[in-house]
């Protein structure tokens, strides 16, 4: 009699190929990228990374204490980020406002900056009194500045989804 026809030898069979499709599955979902924030030491959240994903950020400005909104991207390559535009109320220090920026123009009371399409590898947010630090993703916003302390960092970056769990 063949072991291949007792019981133990067909589970034996199955075990190995389920078990080697359960790994399989299991490198592709944990090697998936993951948009992480972090910010006190903690994941705040994470969401599946694809290419073209939107999120936006938005704070009151340190020095006009008027809002300011950042527009971005997931870039093509699920490895960074790509800055859109900008919406925000007055000029002020470190806002686009050279034609070179991007594509310039006025809505009602804001200005808002277009097409200027920055790479950028992660973001470091530090919430600060009166910034008001908020970031949207997928439809939620998650509220930095009453999430994690005043001045403490907070790290949004494209990562493995196993680099998130541990």
């Given at each position: 009699?063949s072991?291949?026809?007792?019981?133990?030898?067909?589970?034996g069979?199955?075990?190995y190929p389920?078990?080697?499709?359960?790994?399989i599955?299991?490198?592709l979902?944990?090697?998936?990228?993951?948009?992480?924030i972090?910010?006190?030491?903690k994941?705040?959240?994470t969401v599946?990374?694809e290419a073209?994903?939107k999120f936006?950020?938005r704070f009151?400005?340190?020095v006009q204490?008027?809002?300011?909104?950042?527009?971005?991207?997931v870039?093509?390559?699920?490895?960074?980020f790509?800055?859109k535009?900008?919406?925000?109320?007055s000029?002020?220090?470190?806002?686009?406002?050279?034609?070179?920026?991007?594509?310039?123009?006025?809505?009602?009371?804001?200005?808002?900056?277009?097409?200027?399409?920055?790479?950028?590898?992660?973001?470091?947010?530090?919430?600060g009194?009166?910034?008001e630090?908020?970031?949207?993703?997928n439809?939620?916003?998650l509220?930095l500045?009453?999430?994690?302390?005043?001045?403490?960092l907070?790290?949004?970056?494209i990562v493995?989804r196993?680099k998130?769990?541990?």
């Amino acid at each position: 009699m063949s072991i291949f026809n007792s019981e133990e030898g067909v589970t034996g069979r199955l075990f190995y190929p389920v078990g080697a499709l359960f790994f399989i599955f299991c490198i592709l979902y944990m090697t998936r990228p993951v948009l992480l924030i972090e910010g006190d030491g903690k994941v705040l959240f994470t969401v599946t990374a694809e290419a073209g994903m939107k999120f936006s950020t938005r704070f009151i400005h340190s020095v006009q204490k008027t809002p300011v909104e950042e527009y971005f991207i997931v870039n093509d390559d699920c490895s960074g980020f790509v800055l859109k535009s900008t919406r925000y109320q007055s000029f002020g220090v470190g806002l686009p406002f050279l034609e070179s920026d991007g594509t310039f123009r006025r809505d009602g009371n804001d200005f808002i900056m277009d097409n200027l399409n920055r790479p950028i590898k992660s973001l470091a947010l530090r919430p600060g009194v009166g910034t008001e630090l908020s970031i949207t993703i997928n439809g939620q916003t998650l509220q930095l500045y009453e999430i994690v302390r005043l001045g403490s960092l907070v790290s949004v970056s494209i990562v493995p989804r196993y680099k998130a769990i541990l």
